[in-house]
């Protein structure tokens, strides 16, 4: 809960001691507040028997596991014998069974109280700073639980009396002494029942109280059933209706859900909402800027401001027709309204959930306001109280407001002065609500009957102890990575970002559902956005400047990969984030840098209808069924991160077709003169065509294609045709990543290929006979390079081809092969790329002069993306030779430059 109360009482003692006043009416009001709780999972567990033991050198934790199997009713306590929820409840409906066994003493605190079953505490168990109570208990067996209490008397047996709490199933070992094990019953401090329950006794101590609320007293998402809202929002909406409060302010809490939603979830509990920078264009959806209290003669006006950052980590605002305005303007245009009004109020009271930064600038441009409550680091756990005497000040004059707290209930004493219409003095008096206070009765039974039907199925053991040791407790950085990867894997993006997670509020230890859900408690929907590999490398050079979690792609490195596999200039990548971490940082501003988008490319963000919680629940859940919770870890921390996945793709270099034909007039002998070409040109036939595909896959140990290339261009008339290129190839090629050869550089790795080369038409030797079509097959064997970010391709080794026309008369020809591919982007978004095949020939006993020593060929293209799958390229291709007989042994050039209109880029298949 978060609530604030004012109670007006005489307080002529306090101002005789106050000189120049004594012809003033001043009345004295009690505020007490509670604030950015949370709802029900505001409890916090302290568990300071951890750093108890941490404090004697002789102590040492080997076992400490959380457990959820836990009931306690007043001095009662019941632990499951296997520690699980279910079990527990069984035994709730068996309590009449239970016998006694024995007798223990359970050294307690506040925070918790330890339980050694029947045996004797250990010497150190009671000498911790934690633990200084020593309770006698008697210890009865029931069926599947043990139950600890008095001597005399019985709990109450129906489920909506217990409290279903965390413990904790230890084992700690003293020096040489050997290992002793116990269980720890947490007893939680702020918890929702015990702060409702010493609220209402304050009303009852002061009914004339004012009651204000300043959000964030509800529990957001689920943290055990997906895409919902928490089960427990009913339980704090009634809670809040029975505190009666004159004023509310809802937070981002109430409102995750979006405005139209909570508040026709908050309309039957008639609660008094109020937002002062709150402006709508729907009126059922309006709500007023402030509210006038009037207790014991004064006048207390309470405003309240929410971050005009929610408008971005909740687009269901903006949906509704909801705008937060500036607060400091709101704030100041209201203060002066009511300080117009005929009776001003006697003190302004601000209320926020808002951000530390935004609070200063509360505090330093708001006129006219005495209170802020919203400051969420006041430790109001160490505080007893503190004062404030205040100078007058006109209400318009620059004075900065006094700053309380939110964590607690927290009692406020204002001395006002209603004639004067201003504040005299603040008083503030934290009022802890420990582990050991009495709860509400009825909040409670509706927590616990929530926790009955939806704990058992999440109480189950999820993630081991952190790999920092068995007693470890899990961090931010190291849980966020968890959760980076596992959507990593259950997406198949290449690169996951996500907003910081916070870091979880368990002990250290292995982590159950219950525990992991509860981090997770998010209504966070992943989405996809795909960015052209050009844009991605922006994308990553960008991310350090930002505090995001990453995964799939180190941002900032030199050498950027994707999934393990350098950048693809011909690829789209896949980024996966949530539609909270685009809206509320600045990676929705980096998605949307860089060139505009062209036509034809996918356009994002793509919603993948799944929220975070889901896939990071089901998707742990299966690997920890599958393999268990230690190697589920493994899995996700150490070997994920480092991993290749399986990649189908479909590879198109280029492809391009061009037909014409061209029809000349039926007699052009009678127009040879006339100075017209289309009038005299012969009737032709042009074919142009290029293409250049492959279908390739690559793992962690193996990557293959099969390529197939091929280029022809004729032009034909009636009397001749004249080719102007004739060329086919069909190759497969398999390259080792995990064999090496020794001594080879650590860059390289094995390779072979299969090539078969040939052409579509056969040549003319010139006098008329045709040449045997080439058919050419060869097997090449030796090293290939890693692929960079700009060399996709280098591989040299020796070869061995065979010409199949000529089986019976040519022998096999040995040489040595080079084949090269590179890309480099230049500038925004065009690109340079470079294709190469060099053949080296060794001589053979029978050479004749269709034999080359040396056959390359080279292409160099620049290309300007028009769209996706479409580019216009401008390239020169060049093809040397060189023969090996006396005949041929000259140097041999062509050349082909070029524009073109062509098809490329890549399509993932499948992984």
């Known amino acids: 809960m978060h609530l604030v109360w004012l109670y007006a009482l005489s307080a002529a003692p306090l101002l005789a001691e106050t000189p120049n006043v004594a012809q003033l009416s001043p009345t004295t009001l009690t505020v007490l507040s509670a604030g950015g709780s949370g709802g029900v999972s505001s409890g916090r567990y302290a568990w300071e028997l951890l750093r108890s033991i941490g404090e004697q050198p002789s102590l040492s934790v080997e076992e400490v596991r959380l457990i959820h199997g836990v009931a306690a009713q007043g001095p009662w306590t019941l632990v499951a014998d296997d520690n699980y929820v279910q079990s527990l409840l069984i035994a709730l409906g068996q309590m009449s069974a239970c016998s006694t066994i024995g007798e223990t003493i359970s050294p307690s605190g506040p925070n918790e109280a330890l339980l050694f079953g029947t045996n004797p505490p250990p010497s150190w168990a009671l000498n911790l700073r934690s633990a200084q109570t020593q309770t006698p208990l008697t210890v009865r067996r029931c069926p599947g639980a043990t139950l600890y209490g008095p001597a005399e008397g019985q709990p109450d047996p129906s489920l909506g009396a217990w409290e279903l709490r965390q413990g904790l199933r230890m084992t700690v070992r003293d020096g040489e002494r050997g290992p002793a094990d116990l269980t720890v019953v947490g007893r939680p401090t702020q918890e929702a029942s015990r702060t409702h329950a010493r609220a209402l006794r304050f009303l009852e101590e002061h009914p004339d109280a004012i009651v204000v609320n300043a959000g964030n007293s509800l529990d957001g998402a689920s943290s055990v059933v997906d895409g919902a809202l928490s089960y427990h929002r009913p339980t704090g909406l009634r809670a809040l209706s029975e505190a009666r409060p004159d004023a509310y302010l809802p937070g981002l809490n109430e409102l995750a859900a979006g405005p139209r939603a909570f508040l026709d979830e908050a309309r039957p509990y008639d609660l008094p909402l109020l937002a002062t920078n709150w402006s709508s264009t729907d009126p059922a959806l309006a709500l007023p800027a402030s509210v006038m209290v009037q207790r014991g003669g004064a006048r207390v006006a309470v405003l309240g401001v929410l971050d005009p950052a929610l408008m971005e980590r909740l687009p269901s605002m903006a949906a509704d027709g909801v705008t937060l305005t500036d607060p400091v303007a709101a704030l100041n245009a209201e203060i002066s309204r009511l300080q117009a009004l005929p009776e001003p109020p006697d003190a302004v009271l601000l209320l926020t959930t808002a951000p530390a930064a935004l609070q200063d600038q509360l505090r330093r441009k708001v006129r006219g306001a005495d209170l ?77 009957a929530v926790r009955a039907e ?106 950027p990969l994707a999934g393990g596999r350098p950048l693809d200039t011909s690829r789209t990548y896949t980024v996966v984030t949530t539609d909270l971490t685009r809206q509320s940082t600045a990676l929705g501003a980096l998605l949307k840098a860089g060139p505009p988008p062209r036509p034809l490319d996918p356009r994002g963000p793509v919603p993948l209808q799944l929220t975070l919680h889901a896939a990071v629940m089901d998707t742990l859940s299966e690997a920890v069924a599958a393999d268990g919770p230690n190697a589920a870890m493994q899995h996700y921390l150490v070997e994920r991160p480092k991993a290749i996945d399986p990649l189908w793709l479909l590879r198109v270099r280029g492809l391009s077709f061009e037909s014409t034909r061209f029809d000349g007039v039926n007699d052009p002998t009678p127009f040879a003169s006339v100075p017209e070409t289309l009038a005299v040109s012969p009737s032709s036939f042009t074919l142009s065509t290029a293409a250049d595909l492959s279908l390739e896959y690559g793992s962690a140990a193996w990557a293959w294609d099969l390529r197939g290339r091929g280029a022809y261009s004729v032009v034909r008339t009636s009397d001749a045709a004249q080719e102007a290129s004739d060329d086919w190839r069909l190759s497969t090629s398999l390259v080792s990543r995990r064999l090496t050869l020794p001594g080879a550089p650590g860059a390289w790795a094995p390779y072979g290929e299969l090539l078969y080369d040939s052409e579509w038409t056969p040549t003319d030797d010139g006098a008329g006979a045709q040449n045997p079509r080439q058919a050419d097959l060869s097997v090449a064997l030796g090293l290939g390079a890693a692929p960079t970010r700009t060399l996709r391709r280098l591989r040299l080794g020796g070869f061995a081809n065979r010409d199949l026309n000529q089986l019976s008369t040519k022998p096999t020809e040995l040489g040595l092969r080079l084949d090269l591919e590179a890309s480099q982007r230049l500038g925004e978004v065009a690109r340079l790329s470079a294709l190469g095949d060099v053949m080296v020939f060794a001589s053979t006993a029978n050479d004749d002069p269709s034999d080359l020593r040396l056959r390359a060929w080279g292409e160099l293209r620049l290309s300007l993306p028009l769209a996706r799958w479409l580019e216009v390229s401008v390239y020169s291709q060049g093809f040397v030779i060189y023969g090996r007989h006396p005949d041929n042994e000259v140097w041999g050039f062509a050349s082909t430059t070029g524009a073109t209109l062509t098809a490329s880029g890549s399509a993932t298949l499948g992984r």
């Open 454 to 559: 939806l704990y058992p199925d999440l109480d189950r053991p999820l993630l081991p102890a952190p790999p920092e040791g068995p007693a470890a407790a899990w961090t931010s950085a190291s849980f966020g990575q968890l959760v980076c990867e596992v959507v990593r894997e259950r997406t198949g993006a290449e690169l996951v970002v996500l907003a910081p997670r916070p870091t979880p509020r368990v002990p250290p230890g292995p982590l159950t559902a219950l525990a992991v859900g509860d981090a997770l408690a998010t209504l966070e929907r992943l989405e996809a956005h795909p960015v052209p590999a050009d844009r991605y490398a922006d994308l990553l050079n960008a991310l350090p400047a930002v505090d995001l979690v990453t995964c799939g792609s180190v941002p900032g490195a030199a050498f």
């Open 372 to 448: 802020l409550i919203g400051d969420s680091s006041f430790a109001t756990l160490r505080v007893a109280s503190e004062t404030w005497v205040m100078r007058p000040t006109a209400r318009a004059e620059k004075g900065a407001a006094v700053t309380l707290p939110l964590d607690g209930l927290l009692s406020v004493s204002l001395v006002v002065d209603p004639d004067a219409h201003r504040v005299l003095e603040v008083k503030a008096e934290p009022l802890l609500v420990r582990g050991d206070a009495a709860v509400d009765p009825a909040t409670t039974a509706a927590i616990t």
